[in-house]
């Protein structure tokens, strides 16, 4: 079966950072787009950072130059550190894959920050 499993969510003080992880499973991972994506109590789900096939990155301008994102393919995983978070940051946040007409999610990790 296809699965996508974040990890690395959690609390962090402002100004800190968190690395989040997104493994698969049950599909070519080599040939998909993986996105992150976010979405805060009470607003529209947005996006944070996307990465291509051949490892190019696209960012929202929120998060350019704090949110790097990553892949490896014999892992199977995508990252995305996240580095002077603010409040701002406090969201879900959702591992994309899509290729062509196909599209997974995985369920999200939680990530807080406050003081």
């Known amino acids: 079966q296809v699965q996508l499993v974040e990890a690395g969510g959690g609390l962090v003080q402002p100004g800190g950072s968190l690395r989040l992880s997104c493994a698969a499973s049950?599909?070519?991972?080599?040939?998909?787009?993986m996105s992150w994506y976010r979405q805060a109590p009470g607003k529209e789900r947005e996006l944070v950072a996307r990465?291509?096939?051949?490892?190019?990155?696209n960012y929202a301008d929120s998060v350019k130059g704090r949110f790097p994102v990553s892949r490896d393919n014999g892992r199977k995983t995508v990252y995305l550190q996240m580095n002077s978070l603010n409040r701002e940051g406090t969201a879900v946040y959702y591992c994309?894959?899509?290729?062509?007409?196909?599209?997974?999610w995985g369920p999200g990790t939680q990530v807080t920050v406050s003081s």
């Open positions: 994309t894959a899509r290729w062509t007409r196909l599209e997974y």
């Open positions: 049950g599909f070519t991972f080599r040939t998909y787009v």
């Open positions: 990465i291509s096939v051949g490892s190019n990155p």
